[in-house]
């Protein structure tokens, strides 16, 4: 059997690709949450499988007794909003700080910065000057830290390129039982657009939305479940068969 080359594109961000891989037959198969005309052109004649590329939802399924991440804002009674990911400007945070000043008494809002990357100075600097509590380092039990907020937040505004193109934030919050708002990012809105617990919003409604949901004109829901189509073993199942046809055609 001639061996086969099988892209799974979490994040393709080809801006950067060398002009010599342009228009070449670079892979055999490619699994992707979106079918894109960008990763098309560097993978010609490939046979593309639309495959939305989630989580293991047991990640974050519930442990033992965890305490409490912020246990000085568990009972102030103000909505708690976490986002987790990297503290650099692509990620959209100034929405996050500034929905701190306009609601400084409605909301708190926690960031649990990865430790992947270097915070952004700059970035750092507004949130905290507007409220915004950082917590930085690893974080053992992930599913501890959604459950404890009231919402998620996903304020990355579209074409940023400041994420993949579904965010595991966004997965991790599902799973946890725990709403989520989002820009509609990447494949976010295509694979979550009907999902109970999930409200999209662009950057410059996040705050309305926020508003309304601490005033009571708009309801917050909690999913129900972990969507089917999202658990990781679908991408499994996808590749393989992906792979037993590509033989097939040896």
């Known amino acids: 059997m001639k061996t086969k080359v099988i892209w799974i594109a979490t994040r393709p961000d080809l801006a950067g690709l060398p002009s010599w891989l342009q228009s070449r037959r670079t892979a055999h198969g490619v699994i992707c949450n979106r079918v894109r005309d960008d990763l098309q052109s560097v993978a010609i004649d490939a046979e593309f499988v639309q495959q939305y590329i989630g ?74 000057s507007s409220g915004v509590l950082i917590r930085h380092g690893y974080q053992a039990d992930l599913g501890s830290l959604y459950r404890s907020a009231d919402l998620y937040a996903f304020p990355t505004r579209p074409g940023s390129g400041g994420a993949i193109d579904l965010p ?20 976010l809105e295509a694979a979550l657009s009907e999902t109970r617990g999930v409200i999209f919003a662009r950057q410059e409604k996040f705050v309305d939305v926020l508003r309304r949901l601490t005033d009571g004109s708009e309801r917050l829901q909690r999913p129900y479940s972990f969507p089917e189509r999202l658990d990781v073993a679908r991408t499994v199942e996808a590749s393989q068969s992906l792979l037993e046809a590509l033989c097939g055609k040896s």
């Open 168 to 187: 595991l934030g966004v997965l991790e919050a599902l799973a946890s039982g725990t709403p989520v708002l989002s820009t509609p990012f990447g494949a």
């Open 55 to 128: 989580i293991a939802p047991a990640r974050v399924a519930a442990g033992g007794d965890s305490a409490h991440p912020w246990p000085d804002l568990a009972a102030e009674g103000r909505l708690v909003v976490l986002h987790v990911g990297h503290l650099r400007s692509n990620r959209g945070l100034e929405v996050l700080a500034r929905a701190k000043r306009e609601l400084p008494d409605k909301i708190d809002v926690v960031v649990q910065s990865s430790p992947t990357f270097e915070p952004d100075p700059e970035v750092v600097d507004d949130l905290r």
